[in-house]
């Protein structure tokens, strides 16, 4: 069973006494503020965000998750609103474990103005349980240009990722997409081509392994990076998008199905000829892709936002590039299908001055300053038409993906079920240390979606 926000939120004090616009979907305060006394069929009741412009001379509080794109550029727009409207402050914070420090804030009611908390808070639960705005009605007043409605300024289809039953919860920033990576000039130099196919991936491992490189290493401290770079991706090449869909709808039987045993099997392959780098299983994230860089390994699976956080470590003039996990030889799936996923941005209900947070999000959100994010941070943008810049060349691969792609995809049930990822993490580390087969793997995880089904108290969401 989920614990419920507040109860996660008072363990947590407890321990603190811490131009490719295209995406198809698989799927407090205020004059201007109602709150909807009936909860819809979903049983979702949420507070309608405040409509009205922010008062002069305000302040606000904005706090921010410090990840591989650090919080400069949100800081840079702070200090532009700042001096676009005199006498007004919007300050900007943040941290490597933000969440740490929002969810008792949140639990005791003196939450930011506007909050990225990042991928250690369970948004989804703050929604449920009623401590975020619905957005919805913020998003048909005017951008930051004055005239078009905010809503229309966001790729529609990314809006529809920060939706909850049909509520919008939550805003994203930018996109990031999920796939390989590989050193183009490492593989020139050895006369590799990166893999399309699984049976191209068999063919050119042991070449590599040959040279004295790892064929992939991965973060295995974190697996989530396998789930979202093997694992499903073979699911999807193996069944389509309907099995996608029945593994995160928890269709009774889609775990232990066909298509999660052949992605099961393929991973199961990889370990049994040595194709991962040994001890991976207990790498961080970026000693993984340290390993990558420093030539240990030919292959990491990771996001686009792989060059901004190993910059330090990338040497001067070194090359990195994207392609899509290789492709289910004979599946039903789509080869071109793309993974894709937004960070959330949210206005607590209980925020001080939620308008004026709001109106901060706008310009955030403008096309120029999203432009400026595209550049200066190397990763897409949620706006219509701020990817049209001469894009950096990591990501060029990673456009031409998005804009060959005939289906776009993200996965839902990690921050719906917390529970059930974390034993689906569990047991693909089991999978991958031999202490579980492809089969025990399927009915493992079967088996947590089983108790997840039968949970009353877990609210169930549908893609």
């Known amino acids: 069973m989920r614990l419920s926000f507040f109860g996660l939120a008072l363990l947590t004090i407890g321990?603190?006494?811490?131009?490719?616009?295209?995406?198809?979907?698989?799927?407090?305060?205020?004059?201007?503020?109602?709150?909807?006394?009936?909860?819809?069929?979903?049983g979702l009741k949420l507070t309608m965000a405040p409509t009205d412009a922010p008062k002069p001379n305000g302040t606000a509080e904005v706090q921010a998750f410090k990840g591989g794109y650090g919080i400069d550029f949100f800081q840079r727009v702070a200090a532009d609103y700042n001096k676009?409207?005199?006498?007004?402050?919007?300050?900007?914070d943040g941290n490597?474990?933000?969440w740490d420090q929002l969810k008792p804030r949140i639990a005791n009611g003196t939450p930011p103005d506007l909050m990225f908390p990042g991928w250690g808070m369970d948004h989804w639960a703050l929604a449920e349980e009623g401590l975020v705005f619905d957005l919805g009605d913020v998003l048909k007043t005017p951008s930051a240009d004055g005239k078009t409605p905010w809503g229309?300024?966001?790729n529609p289809d990314l809006l529809k990722l920060g939706q909850l039953d049909g509520?919008?919860?939550?805003l994203p920033l930018y996109l990031m997409m999920y796939g390989w990576w590989y050193d183009p000039d490492v593989f020139a130099k050895n006369g590799w081509t990166a893999p399309k196919t699984w049976s191209e991936l068999m063919e050119l491992a042991p070449k590599i392994k040959a040279k004295g490189m790892a064929p992939i290493t991965f973060q295995g401290q974190y697996p989530y990076y396998m789930i979202y770079g093997m694992l499903m991706p073979w699911i999807q090449g193996q069944g389509g998008m309907a099995?996608?869909?029945?593994?995160?709808?928890?269709?009774?039987?889609?775990?232990?199905?066909?298509?999660?045993?052949?992605?099961?099997?393929?991973?199961?392959?990889?370990?049994d000829k040595g194709y991962f780098e040994d001890g991976a299983v207990s790498l961080t994230h970026t000693q993984a892709q340290t390993n990558f860089l420093k030539g240990k390994a030919a292959m990491v699976p990771c996001g686009t936002w792989i060059k901004p956080e190993m910059k330090e470590i990338l040497n001067p003039g070194q090359r990195m590039t994207f392609f899509l996990p290789p492709a289910v030889d004979g599946g039903k799936g789509e080869p071109s299908a793309l993974q894709v996923d937004i960070e959330p941005w949210?206005?607590?209900?209980?925020?001080k001055n939620p308008q004026l947070g709001i109106d901060y999000f706008k310009l955030m959100t403008s096309l120029d300053n999203a432009k400026r994010f595209v550049k200066e941070k190397a990763t897409f943008m949620s706006i219509k038409g701020s990817n049209d810049v001469e894009l950096p060349e990591e990501l060029k691969a990673p456009a031409a993906a998005l804009k060959d792609s005939k289906a776009v995809w993200s996965i839902k049930f990690r921050q719906w079920y917390k529970t059930?990822?974390?034993?689906?993490?569990?047991?693909?580390?089991?999978?991958?240390?031999?202490?579980?087969?492809?089969?025990?793997?399927?009915?493992?995880?079967e088996k947590a979606a089983d108790a997840l089904r039968e949970d009353d108290q877990i609210t169930k969401h549908k893609v």
């Open 15 to 42: 321990l603190i006494g811490c131009s490719p616009d295209k995406v198809e979907s698989n799927s407090s305060t205020g004059t201007n503020s109602s709150n909807s006394d009936a909860a819809d069929s979903s």
């Open 152 to 154: 229309e300024t966001f």
């Open 167 to 170: 509520k919008q919860v939550a």
């Open 420 to 445: 059930f990822e974390k034993e689906l993490e569990d047991s693909l580390t089991a999978l991958v240390t031999k202490k579980l087969s492809a089969e025990e793997f399927c009915n493992r995880v």
């Open 346 to 351: 949210l206005v607590p209900v209980k925020a």
């Open 243 to 271: 099995a996608i869909n029945d593994c995160q709808n928890m269709v009774p039987g889609a775990w232990k199905s066909e298509s999660v045993l052949k992605a099961a099997k393929m991973i199961e392959e990889l370990r």
């Open 84 to 92: 676009a409207h005199p006498g007004t402050t919007v300050t900007v």
């Open 96 to 98: 490597p474990k933000i």
